[in-house]
């Protein structure tokens, strides 16, 4: 398949910049590919194009309906004309289906749920910290917890690949402790790959939901097993040979992240390995990673943290060999090697 450029229809057209178009534009397009995710437009393609009335039928909409929302997917590059047929493009059909590499479908669904509590942004500004956590948010209303593990295991599917090429795991590491691991598909990857390896999972009860059914359905019951618990808080054991704390020190303050990279570095067997995946922090600011962060500061009240930062902890709990991976596209993160 031939990966065409999406057109940027959020940029202006014409010599005036129309101040609007930078609101207007953006808040149409997402609200265009969270319904097309939301009706299964994508999904009802993803075997093949479809006349318009069939896929309308489809997707259980009105034929009227459908082909408005088609016609603008079709202008900013989610789908093509072929014919009197509508199709996925190659992008779409590679990252929101589940005939693609990742269907990112759920981050659309999640992305619908974050887009209301959005609105309390200036609210978060106005005060610098959260109305409400994620994780308060999630014990109400238990459907968002599932919904962003769900968002998160597409995330680990795309990220998978390149955690097993980097992370360099020996004969003689049997104990991995997977800190913040939700899905569980990391340790299930890990797990599938060394068969020495055993794992226990920490996560909020509120994440964990689907999470023994996932280890189950791989049949790993036997060798991960998961802890309950605000792993600032929770016993998690020690003798471990591998620490997995990925994408969860943005969740967490300065503070917080050098008291558990502390416990991390106790609970470690001698030789044991530190594996973290982040955005990191770089001056100047990348724009992802400022949108990023603006986003902690309304969900969790935290932040991105500096290079500086996690070498200074690392150091502190008697960590060495530390290493950075940059992955590739940079919007996928980095990660920090470090050895006990
Ligand atoms: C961004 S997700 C990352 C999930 C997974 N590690 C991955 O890389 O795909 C952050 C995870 O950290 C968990 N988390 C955040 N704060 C936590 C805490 N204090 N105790 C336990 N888990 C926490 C969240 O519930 C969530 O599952």
């Not at 967490?252 to 990279?261: F, G, L, Q, S």
């Not at 986003?295 to 969790?300: G, K, P, Q």
């Amino acid at each position: 398949m031939t990966f065409v450029p999406k057109p940027n229809v959020c940029q202006p057209s014409g010599s005036a910049e129309l101040a609007m178009l930078d609101v207007y534009m953006p808040m149409m397009k997402s609200a265009a590919i969270i319904s097309a995710g939301r009706l299964g437009l994508f999904e009802a393609l993803a075997k093949g194009p479809l006349p318009l009335a069939e896929l309308a039928a489809k997707i259980q909409s009105s034929l009227q309906g459908t082909a408005t929302l088609a016609d603008f997917l079709v202008v900013i590059g989610y789908l093509e004309k072929q014919g009197e047929c509508i199709a996925n493009t190659a992008s779409t059909q590679r990252w929101f289906t589940s005939e693609g590499q990742v269907d990112y479908t759920p981050g659309l669904l999640w992305t619908h749920e974050a887009w209301p509590m959005m609105g309390a942004l200036a609210e978060a500004v106005r005060s610098g910290t959260p109305g409400k956590t994620l994780w308060d948010a999630m014990v109400e209303k238990p459907q968002l917890g599932q919904l962003f593990s769900a968002y998160m295991a597409a995330f680990a599917t795309d990220l998978g690949p390149d955690l097993l090429e980097h992370v360099p795991i020996e004969a003689t590491h049997q104990r991995l402790l997977d800190l913040g691991g939700s899905h569980g598909l990391h340790s299930i990857r890990f797990c599938q790959r060394y068969p020495q390896l055993s794992a226990v999972i920490v996560d909020l009860p509120s994440a964990l939901t689907e999470t023994g059914a996932t280890i189950a359905q791989a049949e790993l019951s036997a060798r991960i097993h998961l802890s309950p618990g605000d792993l600032l808080e929770h016993d998690w054991g020690s003798g471990f040979d591998v620490v997995f704390y990925l994408s969860v020190a943005h969740n967490h303050t300065a503070e917080d992240n050098r008291r558990v990279i502390q416990r991390i570095g106790e609970s470690l067997n001698p030789g044991g390995l530190l594996v973290i995946h982040e955005y990191i922090e770089d001056m100047p600011l990348k724009p992802f990673h400022a949108a990023f962060s603006l986003t902690l500061l309304f969900e969790t009240g935290t932040k991105i943290h500096r290079q500086a930062d996690y070498s200074s902890w690392l150091t502190a709990a008697g960590f060495s060999a530390v290493s950075r991976i940059d992955l590739n596209p940079q919007e996928k993160g980095s990660l920090i090697l470090a050895r006990r």
